[in-house]
């Protein structure tokens, strides 16, 4: 089942789709993570379907389909097609947090401003946490997750770099007298770079569990302005959804309704290009992230 969340009669509703062409509203239900919270929203759902308020989706006005998740992961250089750029990394995934102020539902405007710099898209299967957890086992990884959505984890190249800091790090060092040694090192933090306003474009539907079999075998397209600039897969992401759920909870409680983003598809097209070499800042335009299975997330670019 595919649901998501938009504007309805002054308020926020989830919709359920029916077909390509239009949506049911689902009573009661304000945002996605409602549905996550209650275990007879199948039931509702049926009954909305049966008989419910119908809605054209080319009318809809989308939100985020989890409006306030409580952390959005996102998974570092998770993608096969980065392993001639990594010269050094850890052997386990990484991460950082996206803020959820940060995201902004399906056709809504990504806001560029000058100061921003180059921005550039990137384009990441989600996952939707729908039971919660700490230290989860690997082989039960895959029963925390409620649904798959889409994410474009915008980033901010000009402001990474003005936020890099060069400089001697404390590193752990047991055959030294005091355990420590410095090391040279370069460090950039994410909180403007990745995380500035409207810079998570996220949905617009969240594909419930039972309809991805097969999270690794999914097709990733990124367009920018008609043209392809990504064709990647799943397939190529280094940590599965299993592993990475696991090895989060080990650090960080998950909760229902948290989101996992699992890392750009980074995947040249045949004709050429790649996602860092689409610079919004200067090109605007519209992207679009499709997902084979989960649908399509288009965003117009608004330059300030």
Not at 57 to 62: A, D, F, G, P, Y
Not at 63 to 91: E, F, Q, T, W, Y
Not at 243 to 261: K, M, N, Q, R
Not at 263 to 276: F, Y
Request: glycine letters at 10%.
């Amino acid at each position: 089942m595919r649901l998501g969340t938009a504007e309805h009669h002054d308020g926020a509703a989830v919709v359920v789709r029916v077909s390509d062409a239009e949506a049911v509203v689902l009573p009661g239900y304000h945002d996605v993570s409602d549905a996550i919270a209650e275990p007879g929203w199948r039931d509702a759902a049926a009954d909305a379907l049966r008989g419910g308020d119908r809605v054209p989706i080319s009318e809809l006005s989308w939100l985020p389909p989890v409006r306030r998740p409580g952390k959005v992961l996102c998974v570092a250089l998770n993608n096969s097609s980065n392993a001639d750029r990594i010269m050094r990394g850890p052997s386990t995934p990484a991460m950082f947090v996206k803020p959820s102020s940060s995201l902004v539902g399906h056709r809504r405007p990504i806001v560029v401003k000058e100061k921003y710099g180059r921005v550039h898209p990137e384009p990441e299967l989600t996952v939707v946490i729908g039971r919660g957890g700490s230290d989860i086992p690997v082989d039960d990884a895959l029963g925390h997750v409620f649904g798959y959505t889409i994410i474009n984890d915008l980033t901010s190249p000009t402001m990474r770099d003005d936020d890099t800091f060069h400089y001697r790090a404390i590193h752990p060092d047991p055959g030294s007298a005091d355990g420590i040694r410095y090391v040279d090192s370069w460090v950039s933090y994410p909180a403007r770079y990745k995380g500035a306003d409207t810079f998570g474009p996220l949905g617009p539907w969240v594909v419930t569990a039972d309809e991805i079999p097969d999270p690794h075998a999914l097709r990733i397209t990124c367009v920018h302005d008609g043209r392809l600039v990504t064709e990647d897969s799943t397939a190529n992401l280094r940590f599965s959804v299993a592993e990475v759920v696991s090895f989060a909870s080990g650090y960080l409680t998950l909760e229902p309704g948290d989101l996992i983003a699992m890392g750009t598809a980074l995947k040249r097209s045949a004709k050429g290009g790649a996602v860092q070499n689409v610079d919004l800042a200067r090109q605007g335009g519209v992207i679009e992230v499709t997902i084979e299975g989960i649908g399509t997330l288009s965003n117009p670019v608004e330059r300030r």
